[in-house]
């Protein structure tokens, strides 16, 4: 390949972002380029940066920043007005698997989709891990590189691995 055909294909950024037909986009969505979203809800005047990967059946409320290279698996729903930093990674399993006790590959029927919900206001830092089954009170502020293996409760910040309480906000 020719470098200016090169050029023109690096280019076409179009063709590095994925955004299937069963996507719901609000109002005044900003999108970055190299994304991938599948069967979610995006909620008006969010935006979410390159390199996110957002799952069937998760929600993103509206006026939410949602930085690059974060993970948002099925089942997590996120409400109005919160920020996710970069590379935020979201759990939906407690016990993951890639095979049965047969031995065969595990497929949708075979686990069952464990929820994650971020209320309204909250913050959650860059390289932050939250698990499943977790939620993060409205207001809340988990601090980059936490891992989350219990609830916050709203209007607090926390911190550390495993995420300890620091202060009320």
Known sequence: MSVQKLFEEVVNLENYTCIADDVRLGK??????????????????????????????????KNCKISSHTFICEGVQIEDEVFIGHGVTFI????????????????????QVEQT?????????????????ITVGAGAIVGAG?????????????????????RET
């Open 28 to 61: 005044d969505v900003k999108l970055s380029k190299f994304i991938n979203l599948y069967g979610c809800n995006i909620g008006d005047n969010t935006k979410i940066g390159a390199f996110v990967e957002i799952q069937k059946n998760a929600s993103i409320g």
């Open 117 to 133: 919900i971020i209320r309204k206001g909250a913050s959650i830092g860059s390289g932050a891990t939250i698990l499943s089954n």
């Open 92 to 111: 939906n399993d407690t016990f993951p698997r890639a095979t049965n006790p047969g031995g065969s590959l595990q497929t949708e029927d075979d686990w």
């Open 146 to 166: 936490s891992v989350v293996t219990k609830d916050v409760a709203p209007n607090t910040i926390v911190a550390g691995n495993p995420a300890r309480f620091l």
